[in-house]
């Protein structure tokens, strides 16, 4: 059971997203314990996009803990057929299924270093190439990330970029933990 400084405090921070969201395209970064309600928030954040015409697209989620390798390039930023062992036709990736829409990006403080860096790009120039082809392809979508983990501390210890975490946390909300 929830008591009421957290849902007063859940309450305040959705209704201060939910203006902000309507406002900007600018990416959204909202971070929190597994299980506060991030992927919650993003849907709630689509929702309101979608239903004032903000957003045209497509919500697209998925949670980077589950991208490893070459699978998580081509699951973001897409494939051609042939570019690995397994990639037997040409793959759209979420990036692009996003276009017009929103990309939630959960846990994005899983993604590797070659993965943050290519969303950089995508998110600096709305283009990216798929892996393995050298046509680019275009994508204007908007980001929401979530995360568990301390980002700045991250950014110390190597495991995630200064520029990309400069670049999602333009507009940044801590969820409270269901235990306060």
Known sequence: RLNRDHSKRWGEIYQEVIQVAQKTLDPILIMGSTGVGKTLLARKIAGIKTERGISNGTFVAVNCATLRGDNAISSLFGH???????????????????????????????????????????????????????????????????????????????????????????????????KS
Do not use: H
Request: aromatic share 8%.
């Open 80 to 178: 051609v057929k042939g570019s690995y062992t397994g990639a037997q036709r040409d793959r759209t990736g979420l990036l692009k299924k996003a276009d017009g829409g929103i990309l939630f990006l959960d846990e994005i403080g899983d993604l590797g270093s070659e993965e943050q860096a290519m969303l950089l790009t995508a998110l600096d120039e709305n283009t990216f190439s798929p892996l393995g082809s050298e046509e680019i392809t275009t994508s204007n979508f908007q980001l929401i990330a979530g995360t568990n983990k301390n980002l700045k501390e991250c950014v110390q210890k190597g495991s995630f970029r200064r520029d990309l975490l400069n670049r999602i946390d333009q507009w940044s909300y801590t969820l409270p933990d269901l």
